[in-house]
T-cell receptor, first 113, second 111 residues
Framework: AQSVTQLDSQVPVFEEAPVELRCNYS??????LFWYVQYPNQGLQLLLK??????LVESINGFEAEFNKSQTSFHLRKPSVHISDTAEYFC???????????FGRGTSLIVHP | ETGVTQSPTHLIKTRGQQVTLRCSSQ?????VSWYQQALGQGPQFIFQ???????GRGNFPPRFSGLQFPNYSSELNVNALELDDSALYLC??????????FGQGTRLTVV
């Protein structure tokens, strides 16, 4: 069985400050890891994913995440956030060759001016 | 190329009623997954359909059922609605086991 723990339900931060959203997973087999973003009243959008290869993955809008197998973590970071980054962020894991992800409970990123 | 579309966007049902939610998959996609997202929670996997066959199911009772049609669109049916069924229902489509693209969801309120 696989599971995801997002340690922070809410992360408030000021604009242009750095941010880290934490994600830990548990799985007995090799994993695929994902971060999704959900803006108010919208569906989920894939932000970035780790399938294999380089443990550091990046998105087109400045976010990055690093797969750390020894710590079973996949934290999401951005060096300088914008007001428009305010949204709900979900970490997800799938394993055993399946692309059906199990989601965490989400972290609400709130960027203040 | 059209994205994933879901209908209706909102609806209100009474406890004990039945509901059907619809999802049109993105062009070229043959796999559809359904998720339930309760308020303040992450999406929970209900089931997945691949080429019209159920291909995996989460921990949901049998009153949650589905269909996938030859054009790969899909329906989610819920019988004997309960108050706890109130949630955002998300549909995601993909080609085979590739990246899943999500629709905007259907907000179901059971009163």
């Amino acid at each position: 069985a696989q599971s995801v723990t997002q340690l922070d339900s809410q992360v408030p931060v000021f604009e242009e400050a750095p941010v880290e959203l934490r994600c830990n997973y548990s799985s007995s087999v090799s994993v695929y890891l994902f971060w999704y973003v959900q803006y108010p009243n919208q569906g989920l959008q894939l932000l970035l994913k780790y399938l294999s290869g380089s443990t550091l993955v990046e998105s087109i809008n400045g976010f990055e995440a690093e797969f750390n197998k020894s710590q079973t973590s996949f934290h999401l970071r951005k060096p300088s956030v914008h007001i428009s980054d305010t949204a709900e962020y979900f970490c997800a894991v799938s394993s055993g060759g399946s692309y059906i992800p199990t989601f965490g409970r989400g972290t609400s990123l709130i960027v203040h001016p | 190329e059209t994205g994933v579309t879901q209908s209706p966007t909102h609806l209100i049902k009474t406890r004990g009623q039945q509901v059907t939610l619809r999802c049109s998959s993105q062009s070229g996609h043959n796999t559809v997954s359904w998720y339930q997202q309760a308020l303040g929670q992450g999406p929970q996997f209900i089931f997945q359909y691949y080429r019209e066959e159920e291909n995996g199911r989460g921990n949901f009772p049998p009153r949650f059922s589905g269909l996938q049609f030859p054009n790969y669109s899909s329906e989610l049916n819920v019988n004997a609605l309960e108050l706890d069924d109130s949630a955002l229902y998300l549909c995601a489509s993909s080609f085979e086991w590739g990246e899943a693209f999500f629709g905007q969801g259907t907000r179901l309120t059971v009163v």
